[in-house]
């Protein structure tokens, strides 16, 4: 009666044994966060941006390039801060560069 016990709790172990194996990647995402409509001729605004990595987890300070297109309608920082120089539609984008080494970029249309 010992020999089937003991087979079973051997088998049973060896269920338990084995690579655990957690695939927790998620599309990486990169959103302006405060992001307006409109902006008049002379003013200024500094956008914000927030950066989700691979495993959903908010990077700190991620390395980030802002461009405008045209980039004659607005003055673009390295921090967000935008100028407006005249009127018309600017495409805004926001990009960076993921752990794997893909770009990430988020755009709106500021009128």
Known sequence: MKR????????????FIGED??????????RITNA???????LSYQFEALFFDESGREVNNPTLEWSAIPPTAVEIQSDGTLKALETGNVLLTVSTIGIQGDPIEASFLLK
Do not use: H
Not at 21 to 30: A, I, T
Not at 36 to 42: K, L, Q, V
């Open 36 to 42: 307006i409509i409109s902006i008049r001729e002379g």
């Open 21 to 30: 194996f957690v695939d927790d990647y998620v599309d990486p995402n990169l």
């Open 4 to 15: 089937p016990l003991s087979l079973w709790i051997c088998l049973l172990f060896l269920a």
